[in-house]
Structure formats: structure tokens, C-alpha cells
């Protein structure tokens, strides 16, 4: 059979149940796995042999989830983490350490920028944060020769940036580092970054993933098309013995397809534990099931909004790459031809005391610290995600102090339309 398409990877990839087995994931609520002999498990720890041994590392219900979402954006490996931001920096620290230096979009989510800037730079990693919109020769002087990664959002949170995955995976790969994509706006249904070239994804399945608002989780997924090989001293973690498992090195047992994840698995969650839950786990399942068809629902939504706010009188700007003139709308028609996400930004006239007036006046968007889920919601990020920024890095990330995030969910678009109009008038 051909290769399936993603609306049948979001019901079916991931798990295959075999006969009167049951037909939905199994909860796997257990901390521990029993082994008949020492002999068994000390494989298990040795790297030697399939299995789990501590849900602290590795859960039956979570690696089922977690292949779905590899099929979904077409890698080769993934792994579930307890949050978005767990995912994020998993996904550097496994190839980063003291004394290393990453290239980073500045228009990325705020708290990745904390991170970033303030505490990955306290264990000794420095970032340094280029304009998205920046030249290829502007991205290239940001390397240095302890550099070993590059990092993205597919779409900036909040700022709505679409970045041109192709120029990034350029200049990392020229620079023999791997590029890591936040994919989490966009989705696998509206983007696959692995197809344009970037080598690791990484989600926060709180968002569209889970749809609902129901669990914290996050994801990283491996390309496997990275050659660590090529570049054994800027990585040494996955080209050489690691110590702390007899000596295994990683690209050699597991291959350019297994080494990262399995590392990531092995170290970082067997020293930090940031699993997520099986029964979170379960749930995102439950969302995934039906991501194909609520994506859609959101960005059509998100578009009919996006069209009225930039008709409103009392409208200063509207950033949603699906409207014609956006100054990403070009990018978007490139890498998110079938749609972007269900979030637009845009700001009201009168700057911040306006807009929130204007979003304390909303009947049926909700101001709450999330976003892309079924209800509408809306927030002002230089008051709550962005506050700890200053004025120049607001500006470098994409985020005017006048800057309403607002995220369209599966409400009818005309109720959602004429909530913002009724807001927008100012009447309470």
C-alpha cells in the first residue's frame, strides 16, 4: 500500500493493536516493569535489548503517541516530554554544553527566549539572536566555531514571523550544525520542516496537538538525516563512548536514525525525568485524532477574523500571513500553502491601555496564559508570556507593547467576528 496521507496518520500511525488487543492505546499507569531475571533487565540498562524498565525514562503508552507524531512529520524518531519547554531544551542541551554557542531567530516564543538568554546561558551556553528577516550573509557572521546548533519557530509566537526554513537550514547545514524547528503553530497538517530541510522538530502538544486545553506536553522528533559522523568533535556526546552507559556510542549502535532520540531518552530523561504522563499522553492521542480537521476549522476562522481587523477603523495593524500585502505572505504561500495557524496578532489604536480595554470588553474570548486550543483566547504578551523583556529585545522578538495575540477556536467565525466588533465599539 502507498504511503498514507496525514489525515489517516493522525487516526491511525503510532499503534497498531494485534489480535484482541485493545483497540484504543492502553494506559500503561506504572512506574516499574518486572523482569524475570537480573540478567533481563541489566540488558535494558546496558543499552543491549528493547524494553522498559522506569516510566522516569521511557513508557509504553508515551512511545506509542510519540510515533504517531514522528509519522506525522515524517522523522524517524521521537520522544515525548512533560512540556513544550522541556522539549525545547532537551532537544539543545543533548548536542550542546559549556563552553557552546547556538544561532537563534529572535523572534521566537518568550519564554524559549528566557531560556535562552537566561538560564541555558547560566549552565554556560550562549545564544546569539539574529533577525529572522535577516541576509544570508547577516545568518552566517552569527557563527562562531563552537556553534552547534540553530534555532527557530516555524511561526514566532506571537510575533507571527514565518521563517524561511530554507535559508536557515543553509547556512546551519554550511556550518556543519543541525537545525531545530519549533513546529508548533504550524502543525505537520500545515507544515512538515523536515522537507525543507531542517533536521529537528520540537512541539508544545499543549497547543493544537492536544486541541483542548487538557495536558502540558511537549515532543521532539528526529529527521535522522543529520551526519553527526561527518562532524565527530563538535559532537562528541553522540560520537564517542559515553561512560555512563558502558561505553556505548550512540551513531554506532543506533544509526543516524536512532542516535539522537536514544540519547536524549537514555541521558537527559534518565538525569532530568521531564516525561510526560501516560495518562497525558493518552489524551494527546485523543487530540491528534482529529488534528487534520480541526487545523482547518482554526485557519479559516483565523483568516475571516484576520480579513475584518484589518477593515476596523480602530485597528492600527493586523500580522496573519494569510492575508494578501502581509509582509509574510509570501513565505506563507511557500511553506504554509494550505494555511498557517488559527492565531492572529494585531494592535488596537490608543496602544496598550486600548487593547486592554478592548480585550476586557470580549464576550467569548477568554484572556488566559494559552493559546491554539478549541475555545477563542486572547492575550497581551508585554504584560504576561514577553514581560521580563525590555524595550529592545520587545522589538527584536516582534512584539509592540499594543500587541493582542488572539486565538481563533472552533467557534462559529461570524459569533467570533462580532464579539471583536462589539468590544471594539467600546460599549460595555
Not at 97 to 102: E, P, Y
Not at 288 to 316: D, G, P, T, W, Y
Request: aromatic share 10%; glycine share 10%; proline share 4%.
Amino acid at each position: 500500500m502507498a504511503e498514507t496521507k496525514l489525515g489517516t496518520r493522525c487516526v491511525q500511525a503510532g499503534y497498531h493493536p494485534e489480535n484482541g488487543e485493545p483497540r484504543q492505546i492502553p494506559i500503561i499507569q506504572s512506574t516499574t516493569f518486572k523482569y524475570a531475571t537480573s540478567s533481563d533487565m541489566g540488558k535494558l540498562f546496558d543499552l543491549e535489548a528493547d524494553g522498559y524498565f522506569y516510566s522516569r525514562l521511557q513508557n509504553p503508552t508515551n512511545d506509542h503517541v510519540a510515533a504517531k507524531i514522528a509519522a506525522l512529520e515524517g522523522g524517524t524518531a521521537a520522544m515525548l516530554t512533560s512540556s513544550g519547554q522541556a522539549a525545547t531544551f532537551y532537544a539543545i542541551f543533548n548536542i550542546a554544553s559549556c563552553g557552546d554557542h547556538v544561532v537563534s531567530s529572535a523572534s521566537i516564543y518568550g519564554g524559549s527566549y528566557n531560556l535562552f538568554a537566561v538560564t541555558m546561558k547560566r549552565m554556560g551556553i550562549e545564544f546569539t539572536f539574529v533577525d529572522p528577516n535577516c541576509s544570508e550573509e547577516e545568518l552566517s557572521a552569527a557563527f562562531r566555531p563552537n556553534t552547534k546548533a540553530v534555532f527557530g519557530e516555524t511561526i514566532a509566537n506571537p510575533a507571527l514571523t514565518v521563517l524561511d526554513i530554507e535559508k536557515f537550514a543553509r547556512a546551519a547545514h554550511a556550518h556543519g550544525v543541525p537545525l531545530i524547528i519549533d513546529n508548533t503553530f504550524a502543525t505537520p497538517i500545515n507544515c512538515r520542516p523536515f522537507e525543507w530541510g531542517a533536521d529537528i522538530v520540537t512541539h508544545s502538544t499543549t497547543k493544537y496537538m492536544d486541541g483542548h486545553g487538557g495536558a502540558v506536553g511537549g515532543c521532539i522528533v528526529d529527521s535522522g538525516k543529520f551526519d553527526w559522523t561527518k562532524y565527530p568533535d563538535k559532537f562528541p556526546g553522540l560520537c564517542t563512548p559515553d561512560e555512563s552507559y558502558h561505553g556505548v556510542t550512540y551513531t554506532e549502535r543506533f544509526g543516524l536514525a536512532g542516535a539522537y532520540i536514544t540519547k536524549a531518552t537514555a541521558q537527559l530523561m534518565r538525569d532530568f525525568g521531564s516525561v510526560q504522563s501516560p495518562q497525558s499522553a493518552y489524551y494527546l492521542n485523543l487530540g491528534l485524532e482529529s488534528l487534520h480537521v480541526r487545523v482547518k476549522r482554526h485557519c479559516e476562522n483565523a483568516q475571516k477574523v484576520a480579513e475584518f481587523l484589518q477593515q476596523h477603523e480602530k485597528i492600527a495593524w493586523v500580522q496573519y500571513c494569510g492575508l494578501p500585502g502581509d509582509k509574510y505572505y509570501e513565505l506563507g504561500q511557500k511553506y504554509l500553502p494550505n494555511g498557517s495557524c488559527g492565531v492572529v496578532s494585531f494592535g488596537v489604536k490608543g496602544g496598550r491601555a486600548a487593547a486592554e480595554a478592548f480585550m476586557g470588553r470580549l464576550k467569548i474570548a477568554a484572556i488566559e496564559t494559552h493559546v491554539a486550543d478549541a475555545r477563542t483566547c486572547c492575550l497581551h504578551p508585554a504584560s504576561s508570556t514577553h514581560r521580563q523583556m525590555n524595550a529592545q529585545e520587545l522589538l527584536a522578538a516582534g512584539v509592540s507593547e499594543d500587541l493582542v495575540r488572539y486565538s481563533c477556536g472552533l467557534e462559529d467565525a461570524d459569533d467570533l467576528v462580532a464579539d471583536i466588533d462589539q468590544a471594539l465599539s467600546g460599549k460595555d
